[in-house]
Nanobody, 120 residues
Framework: VQLQASGGGLVQAGGSLRLSCAAS????????MGWFRQAPGKEREWVGT???????YYAGSARGRFTISRDNGKNTLYLQMNNLKPEDTAVYYC???????????????WGQGTLVTVSS
């Protein structure tokens, strides 16, 4: 399984970005997928998880502002981020879950990360 994250960039506070995660080498439609982020000097933080249906659930910091979706026909996972804040600045990673959980060790395949910078 290979995951390729893209879509990061520089945005002003209050703006929006959509990240994409293209998957290859497996059966994407059967995977539980998640997004994580890691800010400078901080531990990797779970953002949210999308199950094989349209059901997604989120960390408190993301709930109400971020939306995870997927297009199984395109083998792609998305993270729509609205009302971005400077504290959302981080490298964002997509990952495939190996087991239930929100900890990084529950995920066995990772994308390379894409940098999101939110200016104040």
């Amino acid at each position: 399984v290979q995951l390729q994250a893209s879509g990061g960039g520089l945005v002003q506070a209050g703006g929006s970005l959509r990240l994409s995660c293209a998957a290859s080498g497996g059966t994407f439609g059967s995977y539980v997928m998640g997004w994580f982020r890691q800010a400078p000097g901080k531990e990797r933080e779970w953002v949210g998880t999308n199950r094989r249906s349209s059901n997604s659930y989120y960390a408190g910091s993301a709930r109400g502002r971020f939306t995870i979706s997927r297009d199984n026909g395109k083998n792609t996972l998305y993270l729509q981020m609205n009302n971005l804040k400077p504290e959302d600045t981080a490298v964002y990673y997509c990952a495939k879950a190996a087991e239930h959980g929100t900890s990084w060790f529950a995920y066995d395949y990772w994308g390379q990360g894409t940098l999101v910078t939110v200016s104040s």
